[in-house]
Each structure stands twice: as C-alpha cells, then as structure tokens.
C-alpha cells in the first residue's frame, strides 16, 4: 500500500488560505446578494394623466355625508399611484430594517400577500420616507416642531392628498362615472362587509377600475395626506387642493374589508387621529411626477 504525504510548506499554506479566502468572500457576496434580491420592494406605479373633475357629492345624493358637500371642481397635475395597496410582505421589509415591531397581530394572522393593516397615519409617512431613501429618491416628510411637512415637489413615496385619492377611486380622466371604484356592482370590485369573511384578502383578486388601479374601494381603509374638516369643501381651493393647513384628524378613505355600502363610495370620508388606527386600516402611496 502506498502512501502519500504532502509537505505544507509556508509557501503552500499561504495559496491555500488565499483560494479560502476567495472562495469564502464569493460566498458572501452571492449570499448577500440573494438576500438583497429577495428584500427589494418592487413598487408597481401607475400614471394617474392630471384633469378636472367633480370631487365630494351632490346635494341631491341621498346617500351623501355631510362631510362629501359641496361638489366642487378640482383641477390636479398629473401623478403616479401604487397599484396595489401596501401588502404585509413589503411592511415587514421596512420593520425589518427600522428594528420595529409588528403591529398587534390579527385573528386571521400575518398573511404575506394581504394588505398591511393596523398602522398609523404617524407610522405609514415613516414607510414613505424610508422607501423613498432606500430607492435614492428625495423624502417628502419632514418635521418642523411638532409638525410633519410634505414636499409635494419631491420625487420620493408619499400619502396621496384626498384629492389624488378621490380622482384615482374615480377613474380619472378615463371615468365612467361608476357607483364604486371601478363598477356599479359592488362585489366585483372591492372585499366589503357582504362578501370578506370578516378579513382582508389578498390584494389585487378583484377587478380593477377604469385606470388599472385595484382595491379603491374595500380591502382596508386607506391613509391620506390631508387634515380632516367636514366643512372645508365649502372654501376649498380647486387648484391641487392639499386639505386644512392644521387639524386633529386625518382623513382615511376608500372602506373596508368590514364596511357597509355606502362607506366604500369614491366621495366617502372618515377621519382618526394620526397616531391611532384600526385593524382595517392600511394605506397605499403615490409620486409627484418631476421634470
């Protein structure tokens, strides 16, 4: 039997930790790599053409809040809205990376591809801010004293203003002046009271409105920009109009996985303090459009 024996020579030692070396490097960097890939959050945008349109309610629509009245004409730049509400999936990469924790977990659990829910109005511009960083794009949201202020001519993520939300529920310049977001029918577009369950559901498995964009109405309850004031209708300016310059209360729309009819009507408003929430609310984000 013949045996052979190698002698390790400093020479040789030192080849053999550079081949280990290089190796172990290579495999970090494909390992970070695969783990970079799989955390990318990948925003699918829609281009919302800017128009004229009649936003809140008539006075004749018995359907119609207070807070919907007057119907007044409001002119809006053109701008970018995400297809699909914020998932739960994307949520967790941004608490990931802040070192935060979950919201209080739901009855029907933490399902990937449900929209997020249980977020404040506080915590869902954090996400925009840290979205738009993370894609080198300029933050919207800063603080000035107790106060946050939005950039709308910033490129980055941001809450649409009530306005941007309305016009998307609507159709935008493509309207076909629909009950809902999308259809007369109710339940080919939106998860509401009558047909959920009594939970959220996966976004995107209704049928989209006349702009592609799926879930305006039902799903969960969606942030907006705007300080809330049912009687600011009545001075409201139609020139890419931005809500109250001072509030409580932000506005939320769109209705919910738990709302009846009439709450998921385009023009429908509730309002809640920024730095509280529910477990239907959630939100989506859009982009100014920069030249």
């Known amino acids: 039997m013949l045996y052979y024996y190698y002698i390790c020579t400093p020479k040789l030692i030192t080849k053999l930790m550079k081949k280990i070396t290089f190796y172990s490097t290579l495999l970090i960097t494909l390992l970070s790599l695969f783990a970079f890939k799989n955390s990318l959050i990948d925003i699918e945008l829609i281009k919302i053409q800017g128009g004229t349109f009649k936003m809140g309610s008539k006075d004749s629509d018995g359907l119609a809040d207070v807070d919907e009245q007057k119907e007044h004409t409001v002119n809006l730049n053109t701008f970018e809205i995400s297809k699909f509400e914020v998932t739960v999936w994307e949520w967790k990469q941004f608490i990931k990376a802040n070192k935060m924790k979950m919201p209080e977990k739901p009855s029907w659990g933490w399902q990937d591809n449900y929209p997020i829910n249980g977020v404040t109005w506080n915590e869902a511009i954090a996400y925009c801010n840290w979205l738009s960083k993370k894609e080198k794009l300029q933050p919207a949201y800063t603080k000035k004293g107790p106060n946050f202020i939005c ?56 049928l989209p409105n006349e702009l592609g964009v799926y879930d305006m109405g039902g799903n969960v309850w969606e942030w907006c920009w705007d300080w809330y004031n049912k009687d600011f209708y009545k001075l409201e300016k139609g020139d890419n109009p931005k809500g109250p310059e001072m509030g409580e209360r932000r506005s939320v729309r769109g209705g919910s996985w738990d709302s009846q009819q009439n709450y998921v009507r385009p023009a429908n408003r509730i309002s809640t303090e920024p730095n509280k929430t529910h477990e239907f609310y959630g939100f989506r984000v859009v982009r100014t459009i920069t030249k």
């Open 151 to 206: 950039n709308f001519k910033a490129n980055g993520y941001r809450l649409p203003t009530e306005a941007e939300w309305e016009f998307a529920a609507k159709g935008g310049s493509l309207s076909k002046s629909f009950k809902y977001s999308g259809s007369n029918n109710l339940d080919e577009i939106a998860w509401h009271k009558g047909n959920s369950k009594g939970t959220p559901h996966t976004v995107g498995t209704k």
